[in-house]
Nanobody
Framework: QLQASGGGLVQAGASLRLSCAASGGTFSTYDMGWFRQPPGKEREFVVA????????DYADSVKGRFTISRDNAKNTVWLQMNSLKAEDTAVYYC?????????????????WGQGTLVTVSS
């Protein structure tokens, strides 16, 4: 089970830190991802992190602004979002999967949090 939190309403240029707490599974063996769904649009990949070695992959639109991190001892993954833009407005979801490599496709993630709304005003 995944529980995402940390969303809110901020102005452009501000920062937010999203958290995703996992329970009920072996968190340390799951790749974790963040996806977002802007209003009226499809869900899109933001960033993912491997369960081991901390390898990451970022969407081009967030590179240099967003940072994913995880602490397997705390069963938590974070998404630090800096220099937020209006186009970052979306419901953000954390997701988990067991796989042999990082996946950018939301269809390959098996466990999902409930989503947290991020609204960036311009």
């Amino acid at each position: 089970q995944l529980q995402a939190s940390g969303g809110g309403l901020v102005q452009a240029g501000a920062s937010l830190r999203l958290s995703c707490a996992a329970s009920g599974g072996t968190f340390s063996t799951y790749d974790m991802g963040w996806f977002r769904q802007p209003p009226g649009k499809e869900r899109e990949f933001v960033v993912a992190i491997r369960w081991i070695g901390a390898g990451t992959d970022y969407a081009d639109s967030v590179k240099g602004r967003f940072t994913i991190s995880r602490d397997n001892a705390k069963n938590t993954v974070w998404l630090q979002m800096n220099s937020l833009k209006a186009e970052d407005t979306a419901v953000y979801y954390c997701a988990a999967r067991i796989g042999r490599w990082l996946s950018l496709s939301f269809r390959e993630y098996t466990d999902w949090g409930q989503g947290t709304l991020v609204t960036v005003s311009s």
